[in-house]
């Protein structure tokens, strides 16, 4: 298994070792003692599954604040998809900039997203299944998220999936700008 840093300090790719044969193929998704080793030293407490019907189903820009702060391992089991994290931590050398990681079922790689950063993705196949664990349970009281076409951080959508209308969920569609939420990580 190997990282590879993004532009975004602290954000991080991982290639997991794949073994291969006529059969099929084996993959530890998650060992502790070797994310531990490569400096991804997070106790998770809690899976997620989401499943995305249609092409351009886009969810985000999703963070919880606070206590309820989550750092987030995300990998693509079924399809492929488009993950975009912001940075958010006001501290940062990359505050408000994003990147965006194409994951898929076919190239297994996985995303580790620290505490104090948006996330979110649109799929590029139907049918997408993403996993992923989180360091904090889910609440309501500290779940926040930025708007997905916020002018501020600029996300060009347009370049990672062109000419299509996305699907997006209502809570979503209203969700605040940048200057509109408060950052407590």
Same mark, same amino acid.
């Given at each position: 298994?190997?990282?590879?840093?993004?532009?975004?300090? /602290?954000?991080?790719? =991982?290639?997991?070792?794949?073994?291969?044969? &006529?059969?099929?193929?084996?993959?530890?998704?998650?060992?502790?003692?070797?994310?531990?080793?490569? /400096?991804?030293?997070?106790?998770?407490?809690?899976?997620? *599954?989401?499943?995305?019907?249609? =092409? /351009?189903?886009?969810? %985000?820009? *999703?963070?919880?604040?606070?206590?309820?702060?989550?750092? #987030?391992? $995300?990998?693509?089991?079924?399809? &492929?998809?488009?993950?975009?994290?912001?940075?958010?931590?006001?501290?940062?050398?990359?505050?408000?900039?994003?990147?965006?990681?194409?994951?898929?079922?076919? &190239? #297994?790689?996985? +995303?580790?997203?620290?505490? /104090?950063?948006?996330?979110?993705?649109?799929?590029?196949?139907?049918?997408?299944? =993403?996993?992923?664990?989180?360091?904090? +349970?889910?609440?309501?009281?500290?779940?926040? %998220?930025?708007?997905?076409?916020?002018?501020?951080?600029? =996300?060009?959508?347009?370049?990672?999936?062109?000419?299509?209308?996305?699907?997006?969920?209502?809570?979503?569609?209203?969700?605040?700008?940048? #200057?509109? $939420?408060?950052?407590?990580?």
């Amino acid at each position: 298994m190997r990282i590879e840093k993004t532009k975004l300090e /602290g954000l991080i790719i =991982i290639h997991p070792d794949v073994f291969s044969d &006529n059969r099929g193929w084996f993959t530890e998704s998650y060992n502790q003692q070797k994310y531990r080793a490569l /400096g991804i030293d997070v106790a998770f407490i809690q899976d997620n *599954h989401s499943y995305s019907k249609e =092409i /351009g189903t886009l969810r %985000g820009m *999703h963070f919880q604040t606070g206590k309820f702060a989550q750092s #987030k391992l $995300v990998r693509c089991i079924r399809g &492929n998809l488009m993950d975009v994290c912001v940075d958010l931590r006001k501290n940062s050398p990359t505050y408000l900039q994003w990147d965006c990681i194409e994951l898929s079922a076919e &190239n #297994k790689l996985q +995303l580790f997203v620290p505490k /104090g950063f948006a996330h979110g993705f649109v799929t590029l196949s139907e049918d997408v299944e =993403i996993l992923y664990k989180v360091d904090e +349970l889910y609440s309501k009281e500290y779940d926040s %998220g930025i708007i997905y076409n916020d002018t501020q951080i600029n =996300i060009d959508w347009s370049r990672i999936l062109p000419n299509i209308d996305f699907i997006i969920s209502e809570k979503d569609k209203n969700l605040r700008t940048i #200057k509109e $939420v408060e950052l407590d990580f």
